[in-house]
C-alpha cells in the first residue's frame, strides 16, 4: 500500500494533492477542519484548520517544484497575509504548517528559512514545512479501514494506453568542462499510467515563441564540433521531430534525455530562449502525450572571443527589460522557467530604460 500512495502522491498536483491531504487530515485529527475556497474571495489561505489549537494548515502542490521555489516563496508569504487578516479574529493563528507535496525529494533550504521567518515575525508557537513523507506517516496511522477509504477514493482503474508527461525541463550540468559540449540538454519523464506496454514511437518540440537577452558584446563564431541530436528553429510554429523506439513498461516511470541545438545566431553571453510545447506520440494513439509550455535556454554552436565595448545600448536595455517583463508574466500564469532565468530576468527589471 505504501507502494501505491507514493505513485499517488507522485501524481497529484495542485487540488488533487490538497484534495488527498484533506482526506487524510479529517480521519487523522476529529477536529480538523476543510476550508472550501468561495467564489472570487478563495479560502483567504487557509486549506484546512483545528480552530482549538489555532493551527492552520495553507497547501502548495506544483507539477514541478525545484523550478518553483520563487512561486513557493510568493505564495507562502501571499496566502500568510490573507490568512492572517482574516482569520485571526476568528482563532488566533498560533500554529502554521506550509504544506508541499515535495514528491519525497526534499525542499529548497529558501522555503525553511521564509517559514521560519514568518515564524519570528508573527511570534508564532510553531511554524513548519509539511512534506508528503509526513503526511505518508499521518496515513499509515490510521485503521487498515481508513487507508483502503483513501487510496481507494484517488485511486482509478487504468486505462489500457495511458502514457503521461509528467516532467520535462532543462537539465543543469555542473560537471560541464567549459565549452567541450555546449548543447542544450532536456529531459522528459514519462510515466505509463496504463495496463499495457507504450511504445514510444516519436518525440517533437513545437516552438512557441522565442526570446533573445543581448549583452552588447562583439562576437567572433568559433566552430565547436558537436552531435546534435535534435535541432530547434527560432521561428513561432517550427516542429523539430525525433523518431524513437522506447518501450515503458505498465504502471513504470522512466526518463529520456534530448540535445537541443538551434543554427540562431544567438548572443553567446546572453540567454536565448524558447518556449516549447513537447509532445510524446506512442502506441496507435492520436492524441499525444503532452507537457504544460516550458521555456529552455539553448545556447548557441559557438564561443565567443569577443571584448566588452563600454555600458549596455539604450537599445538593449529596451529590448531586455521588453523580454524579462513578457516571460515573467508568462511564468505567473503557470509557464515553466528554471531559477537561473528567472534570477535573470529579475535583474533587468531593476535596470533603468534609458542611460
Not at 517559514?115 to 519570528?120: A, G, N, S, W, Y
Request: charged share 25%.
Amino acid at each position: 500500500m505504501r507502494t501505491v500512495f507514493k505513485l499517488l502522491v507522485h501524481e497529484s498536483e495542485g487540488q488533487k494533492y490538497e484534495d488527498l491531504f484533506v482526506k487524510i487530515m479529517s480521519y487523522s485529527d476529529p477536529g480538523f477542519k476543510p476550508v472550501k475556497a468561495y467564489g472570487s474571495i478563495g479560502d483567504r489561505g487557509n486549506d484546512g484548520w483545528v480552530a482549538n489549537n489555532g493551527r492552520y494548515y495553507q497547501s502548495y502542490a506544483p507539477e514541478t517544484l525545484p523550478s518553483n521555489t520563487k512561486n513557493a516563496l510568493r505564495k507562502l508569504n501571499d496566502d500568510f497575509e490573507k490568512l492572517k487578516i482574516f482569520w485571526d479574529p476568528i482563532s488566533s493563528v498560533r500554529e502554521f504548517y506550509f504544506v508541499i507535496n515535495d514528491k519525497f525529494k526534499g525542499v529548497s533550504p529558501h522555503i525553511y528559512e521564509a517559514v521560519e521567518q514568518l515564524k519570528l515575525m508573527h511570534g508564532l508557537d510553531t511554524a513548519e514545512v509539511f512534506l508528503a513523507s509526513q503526511l505518508e506517516s499521518k496515513l499509515f496511522l490510521l485503521s487498515n479501514d481508513q487507508i483502503k477509504q483513501v487510496l481507494n477514493s484517488f485511486e482509478s482503474t487504468p486505462h489500457a494506453h495511458n502514457l503521461k508527461v509528467v516532467d520535462f525541463y532543462e537539465v543543469q550540468n555542473d560537471d560541464q568542462n567549459d565549452w567541450d559540449d555546449v548543447a542544450t540538454e532536456v529531459e522528459l519523464k514519462l510515466r505509463n499510467a496504463g495496463s499495457e506496454v507504450a511504445f514510444v514511437k516519436e518525440v517533437t518540440f513545437c516552438t512557441v515563441k522565442h526570446w533573445q537577452l543581448l549583452t552588447d558584446r562583439h562576437h567572433r563564431a568559433v566552430d565547436i564540433s558537436a552531435t546534435y541530436d535534435i535541432s530547434i528553429s527560432e521561428k513561432p510554429g517550427s516542429l523539430a521531430k525525433k523518431k524513437i523506439h522506447h518501450e515503458i513498461k505498465p504502471q513504470e516511470t522512466d526518463r529520456i534525455r534530448f540535445k537541443l541545438h538551434s543554427k540562431f545566431s544567438a548572443d553567446p553571453d546572453g540567454l536565448s530562449l524558447y518556449l516549447i510545447q513537447a509532445n510524446v506520440y506512442y502506441n496507435e494513439e492520436v492524441a499525444p502525450a503532452s507537457f504544460r509550455r516550458t521555456l529552455v535556454n539553448i545556447r548557441p554552436p559557438q564561443v565567443s572571443e569577443g571584448s566588452y565595448f563600454g555600458d549596455y545600448s539604450n537599445e538593449t536595455l529596451k529590448n531586455n527589460k521588453s523580454t524579462a517583463r513578457e516571460i515573467l508574466k508568462l511564468h505567473t500564469d503557470g509557464i515553466g522557467v528554471e531559477d537561473y532565468v528567472i534570477e535573470v530576468l529579475e535583474s533587468w527589471m531593476l535596470a533603468p530604460d534609458t542611460l
